[in-house]
């Protein structure tokens, strides 16, 4: 875990040292897949999003929901029904096959008179064969936006067949990047391509606080158990706190999601761990960093400049 997480570190290093002296590339002529896309849902009346997710319990706690309230909205679905492109299969197989979805059912859509203006995705290399969106935007003209949240360690991500998987190699087939690391603008304002920074944020409609029910947990936990995050916990319960953990790996399992708004405004502390990986210190953003808050109880969590610019620590 230790040398993972040093190599994480280096390679964000080597990453803001690569882009450092970099100025900013041109940006390409306006897209004419953006300019189709506007003018479309300006003729039609309603914008017409397709969304393709990846974990079902983070796109519906509050982001689908909010988009179906703005657009008309189909989601990519495997093809047994099950949500998103975490497709269980071995690499090749799942990026091969995610990728046969996603061109099917743009295909069965198209047929039944329903073409979307935009394609909104949260995706990687890993997941999706990059070259695919370019065919899909020469296609239909649709204007192609990803939501990239790991961008501080999955910008490169790893090397397969000599080959990089992460957010990077997406970088000549999408309109716009929404990233959740700042300094990851810069980058891919550099590679010659549109993106503006995109921290996470909550929904209200979730996420609130509930005077009506009482104050039952001393401290809660909502995540995967690993690296610093199971050694905070177990310090804490070592110390006579009592901590409610939920996720792969703690002894409770999994939360189910409609149960999450409830834990956090019946929580009289929100526990936050931002480190990212197997990492002590290097941060990112986090949903919790915005579901927590919004739920009315105390939020505590690491350091992370990150938040200086969106709250009042």
Same mark, same amino acid.
């Given at each position: 875990?230790?040398?993972?997480?040093?190599?994480?570190?280096?390679?964000?290093?080597?990453?803001?040292?690569?882009?450092?002296?970099?100025?900013?590339?041109?940006?390409?002529?306006?897209?004419?897949?953006?300019?189709?896309?506007?003018?479309?849902?300006?003729?039609?009346?309603?914008?017409?999003?397709?969304?393709?997710?990846?974990?079902?319990?983070?796109?519906?706690?509050?982001?689908l929901q909010a988009l179906q309230s703005m657009a008309d909205v189909r989601a990519f679905t495997r093809e047994d029904g099950s949500w998103g492109q975490n497709d269980p299969a071995p690499y090749a197989e799942r990026q091969r096959r995610n990728t046969a979805r996603l061109e099917a059912l743009f295909a069965a859509n198209a047929r039944a008179g329903w073409i979307p203006h935009v394609l909104l995705m949260q995706t990687w290399a890993c997941l999706l064969e990059p070259a695919a969106l370019s065919r899909l935007r020469d296609q239909y003209g649709v204007f192609i936006i990803n939501i990239a949240m790991d961008d501080?360690?999955?910008?490169?991500?790893?090397?397969?067949?000599?080959?990089?998987?992460g957010t990077h190699p997406l970088i000549p087939h999408i309109d716009l990047t929404l990233t959740a690391a700042p300094e990851a603008v810069h980058w891919y304002r550099c590679e010659g391509s549109m993106a503006c920074f995109f921290p996470e944020a909550s929904d209200p409609d979730f996420f609130h606080p509930m005077p009506q029910l009482?104050?039952? +947990?001393?401290?809660? %936990? $909502? #995540?995967?158990?690993?690296?610093?995050?199971?050694?905070v916990v177990e310090a804490l319960r070592r110390a006579g706190i009592p901590v409610a953990a939920y996720g792969n790996g703690w002894e409770s399992g999994r939360i189910d999601l409609e149960a999450v708004p409830?834990?956090?405004?019946?929580?009289?502390?929100?526990?936050?761990?931002?480190?990212?990986? +197997?990492?002590?210190? %290097? $941060? #990112?953003l986090k949903l919790r960093d915005f579901d927590a808050p919004l739920s009315g109880s105390c939020y505590l969590t690491q350091h992370n400049s990150d938040l200086e610019s969106l709250y009042r620590i």
């Open positions: 875990a230790r040398i993972k997480s040093a190599r994480m570190v280096r390679r964000h290093r080597e990453t803001v040292s690569r882009y450092k002296n970099c100025l900013p590339a041109a940006l390409p002529p306006s897209r004419k897949s953006g300019v189709r896309a506007a003018a479309l849902a300006r003729r039609d009346g309603q914008l017409r999003l397709f969304f393709a997710g990846t974990d079902e319990q983070q796109d519906k706690s509050g982001m501080r360690h999955q910008y490169w991500g790893t090397k397969v067949n000599g080959q990089w998987d009482p104050k039952c +947990h001393d401290v809660s %936990f $909502v #995540g995967s158990r690993y690296g610093i995050r199971a050694e409830a834990l956090f405004a019946q929580s009289r502390i929100v526990l936050g761990v931002a480190a990212i990986g +197997h990492s002590r210190d %290097f $941060v #990112g």
